[in-house]
């Protein structure tokens, strides 16, 4: 995408939200909710380079008491150089945010992304360093060079070289026992890829065929780009480093069996498979080395999550400051993200995102001056905040495993469905109806005629599908009757109790609007971690979910395509078969999913313009069959309404919420501070 394009854009999206805003709220525009994109600069000029370096006083203490070394020879010769957004910070305070739960995990993930290979700039479409700096593509694109930085140190001073990538690569990836899945993105048209290295401070990504993708895979939200911190916690194994100095033994290869068992069994666990899980877990090990900003020293399981600063962090600013300037991140437990919105409006927070409402805009409004906070909004670029996504390898039910199966039956449910109300009840306004495809900026978008593509409300032409698949029989309140049995036919949602606190509303007002073409409905309200469960082992009919991310089809295709064994919301089964290349799973019977899964897996192997046409192409096969129904999207509700506390500083106007920019690590909160 060219920059150009990208500000008119930006320009006009921020004009519509100022303009909706205005009609709704009043006198809204003065209050500058739409800020422009903005965000630090990163100097990658080495005379540039500061040559004398401080740190934070409650480091110096520990230098002085010997507990660490200088901070010079914390840093890697390769520091990472910020120049912050406005200001030089200082050192000190606490981010105080909320979160919900074990299962919230996401909520620091994001905060932790600083150990991600690359990133992406301000746009999100351009490749940035971070905690690599550099890498270079072959001509026939087989293969991809990683430069790591030279003397960088894991948090707890051990250096982290070329051998963590490899260990990664040997003695996680290929253990099955740890990945049962191999990840999509280690594969150029379904031949498996491997990893070298070069000498300590060089790897390279070796495919058979062509991956001019690569690297934006390693810096994205993938299998492979995602990190350490996100892609090895939940009992995953995939990113492309792990801490071979600590983590080698908890492996039969370095440790006997024996005892490992035996030591998995003291710790209250089975075997030693559990025993890894728990300890390359970083929500759960503070012992577990990290590369990012921060480190955990409080778990989360309790009442409060903590991180502390990383005294080896790799990053400075201009001034030679290490970063990150706060001292720690306290993320406190509420019940639920209602909770968490009265607690922002309190003030109770330092920046929050996460599970703030769009329709308690009003009032967040109305208490800022008391609570001295700022408020944000970031339109996203995704085509829908909300997504019923049809499991299509549901068979608990083998009735209506066959519906959700039928492309018919799903767009009647697209069809019976009144995105207008729900963009006025949930969205103010600001929503744009439709499809799930990504906003007209981003390149990969297949045209607008695809967002209205058995996307508006047709309760006539929905009636004329179903009766199409045979539920042509009703009974005295006007149900359609399930074809086996005779007996009326349900069909569940299942939500997650997560990011937006109204999709319970928001799935009861679509059960209502169903009722208009016969389809009765449930909605099934659950935690977040079990839904997700359910979720990998096909067992939820119906998930709603979100599909931000996914405007960037390449980096976080999982909600266009069951590609991903992770994620698994409208097939785990298919996923599986994908990314094992037919191994496990099940094959898609489809004749139009197998198509997509073609354009896929050659998708690595072309340049980038016709890699932008195949995507389009995935979209249109994607809407057509209505693997994901989508309700309303392009606006700020997924994450892009931010209470900022008035005294944090270096926060941008407007961050991107992409699943790739990770927010809010896309505003580099390791340069945020605390003005006196």
């Not at 200001?87 to 919230?104: A, E, K, L, V």
Request: aromatic residues 10%; hydrophobic residues 35%; neutral net charge.
């Amino acid at each position: 995408m060219k920059r150009r394009e990208f500000g008119a854009t930006l320009l006009a999206t921020t004009s519509l939200a100022s303009a909706a805003l205005a009609q709704s709220q009043g006198s809204v525009r003065e209050s500058n909710l739409v800020g422009e994109l903005e965000g630090p600069t990163l100097i990658n000029d080495p005379a540039r380079r500061p040559t004398q370096f401080k740190e934070a006083p409650m480091l110096t203490e520990q230098v002085r008491a010997g507990r660490l070394p200088p901070v010079e020879q914390r840093l890697p010769q390769d520091v990472m150089v910020i120049q912050p957004l406005r200001s030089i910070g200082r050192y000190g305070g606490t981010w105080r945010r909320g979160f919900i739960g074990p299962s919230d995990s996401e909520n620091g993930n994001r905060i932790m992304s600083a150990d991600k290979p690359f990133f992406f700039d301000k746009t999100g479409t351009e490749i940035a360093p971070c905690l690599c700096k550099g890498f270079e593509v072959s001509e026939d694109g087989r293969r991809t060079t990683v430069f790591l930085r030279k003397g960088m140190r894991w948090s707890d001073g051990s250096p982290h070289t070329a051998d963590d990538w490899v260990f990664w690569f040997e003695d996680l990836y290929q253990n099955r026992d740890l990945v049962a899945a191999p990840a999509p993105e280690m594969a150029s048209n379904g031949k498996p890829g491997r990893v070298e290295k070069v000498d300590e401070n060089t790897v390279v990504f070796i495919f058979d065929d062509p991956n001019y993708l690569f690297p934006y895979l390693l810096a994205g939200d993938t299998l492979v780009g995602g990190g350490q911190t996100r892609q090895q916690s939940e009992g995953r194994a995939y990113s492309v480093y792990a801490p071979k100095h600590y983590l080698s033994q908890f492996l039969p290869k370095y440790t006997p069996l024996e005892t490992l068992n035996t030591q998995a069994r003291a710790a209250g666990f089975n075997n030693w498979v559990q025993l890894f899980r728990a300890r390359s877990d970083w929500r759960l090990n503070r012992d577990l080395p990290t590369l990012c900003a921060w480190r955990m020293t409080q778990p989360i399981t309790g009442q409060q999550w903590i991180l502390e600063r990383n005294p080896f962090f790799y990053a400075v600013d201009t001034e030679g400051n290490q970063l990150p300037y706060i001292d720690r991140v306290q993320l406190t437990l509420a019940e639920n993200p209602e909770v968490v919105n009265l607690r922002a409006v309190a003030g109770d927070y330092d920046y929050q995102e996460r599970f703030i409402d769009l329709g308690k805009l009003p009032i967040l409004l109305e208490n800022r001056a008391r609570s001295r906070y700022r408020v944000h909004l970031d339109p996203g670029f995704n085509g829908s905040d909300t997504v019923l996504f049809p499991n299509l390898t549901y068979t608990d039910d083998r009735e209506i495993g066959a519906l959700l199966a039928d492309a018919r039956f799903r767009r009647a449910m697209a069809l019976g469905i009144d995105r207008e109300q729900l963009n006025e009840a949930f969205w103010l306004g600001l929503g744009t109806p439709g499809s799930v495809i990504p906003d007209r900026i981003i390149p990969e978008s297949p045209g607008e005629e695809w967002r209205t593509k058995w996307s508006t409300h047709d309760p006539r032409q929905a009636n004329a599908l179903l009766d199409a698949v045979g539920l042509t029989r009703k009974d005295r309140e006007g149900y359609r009757l399930r074809r086996d049995n005779g007996q009326r036919l349900r069909i569940e949602i299942a939500v997650a109790q997560t990011l937006s606190p109204t999709w319970p509303q928001q799935a009861e007002m679509i059960v209502q609007h169903w009722r208009q073409i016969g389809l009765a409905g449930d909605v099934k309200v659950m935690e977040r971690g079990l839904a997700i469960t359910r979720a990998l082992n096909d067992q939820n009919q119906i998930l709603m979910w979100t599909n931000n991310g996914t405007e960037s089809l390449y980096l976080y295709p999982r909600y266009a395509l069951p590609v991903d064994p992770t994620a698994g919301v409208m097939g785990n089964a298919h996923a599986l078969w994908f990314a094992s290349n037919g191994e496990r799973g099940t094959a898609p019977t489809e004749p139009e999913m197998l198509r997509a899964f073609q354009l896929m897996r050659a998708a690595a192997g072309q340049r980038q313009a016709e890699r932008t046409r195949t995507a389009q192409e995935i979209w249109k096969i994607a809407v057509e069959q209505q693997w994901g129904i989508g309700v309303v999207g392009l606006s700020p509700a997924f994450m892009g309404v931010r209470v900022v506390n008035e005294k944090l500083e270096n926060v941008p106007a407007r961050t991107g919420v992409s699943q790739h920019i990770r927010t809010p690590w896309g505003g580099h909160p390791e340069q945020w501070y605390f003005k006196p």
